[in-house]
């Protein structure tokens, strides 16, 4: 069975500093997903990682995949306020590959 | 593009009832995904369906629960006499193809049983 961990679960930082959300994952994908929550919202699509070596970055955050590793990272680069969130990372599963297993959520509030 | 769309938004039901929880995938998507999130949680995966199929229920509760996409409307998540433990929040899905480029999300249904 797939297990999805990401951490840290809570993340409190200073606006301006940098920082790095894991995300580990037990067994073979070649995808992953990362998302963004808001309270009380739905999940909007962050980084779509398709590959090996795959590094998308969109702003102030940049997300890779290792999967050899089966590692996924999610790095903040001067953080804002603006990005209090709680960010999941989610990996294909399933007979088809086409359900998502979510990691636990890390939840980041970024502090002025 | 309206992109996903789920209603009602909040649902209140006494403990007993039935819920229904509609959703209307993105125009030209024909995979919806129905998933579950629990206060504090993650989404936990319930149910995959095509038009008029179920295809992967692994995550659906055996009793109670159930699914549908019919050939014209919307999919519709069925939770009949309603538990305590049936509240969350209850989102769906879709993509234009198995999902391999992304999935959309909808804004979600947050039930309350009372």
């Known amino acids: 069975e797939l297990k999805v961990e990401q951490n840290p679960l809570f993340l409190s930082m200073q606006e301006g500093k940098n920082y790095t959300i894991y995300c580990n994952y037990s067994?073979?994908?070649?995808?992953l997903y990362w998302y963004r929550q808001d309270p009380g919202k739905s999940l909007e699509s962050l980084f779509v990682l398709l590959s090996n070596g795959a590094v998308k970055q969109e702003g102030r955050l940049m997300a890779s995949l290792d999967t050899k590793a089966r590692l996924s990272t999610l790095h903040i680069t001067a953080a804002v306020h603006d990005l209090s969130a709680t960010y999941f990372c989610a990996v294909p599963s399933g007979n088809a590959g086409n359900m998502l297993t979510f990691g636990g959520g890390t939840r980041l509030m970024v502090k002025p | 593009n309206a992109g996903v769309m789920q209603n009602p938004r909040h649902l209140v039901r006494r403990r007993g009832q039935e819920a229904r929880l509609r959703c209307s995938p993105m125009k030209g998507h024909s995979h919806v995904y129905w998933y579950r999130q629990l206060p504090e949680e993650g989404l936990k995966f319930m149910v995959y369906?095509?038009?008029?199929?179920?295809?992967?229920e692994s995550g659906m509760p055996k009793e109670r629960f159930s699914a549908e996409f019919p050939k014209e409307g919307p999919s519709i998540l069925r939770i009949q006499q309603v538990v305590r433990g049936d509240s969350a929040a209850y989102f769906c899905?879709?993509?234009?193809?198995?999902?391999?480029?992304?999935?959309?999300f909808g804004s979600g249904t947050r039930l309350t049983v009372v």
């Open positions: 067994t073979t994908s070649d995808r």
């Open positions: 899905a879709s993509s234009l193809t198995g999902g391999y480029y992304g999935y959309t």
């Open positions: 369906l095509q038009k008029e199929n179920i295809i992967d």
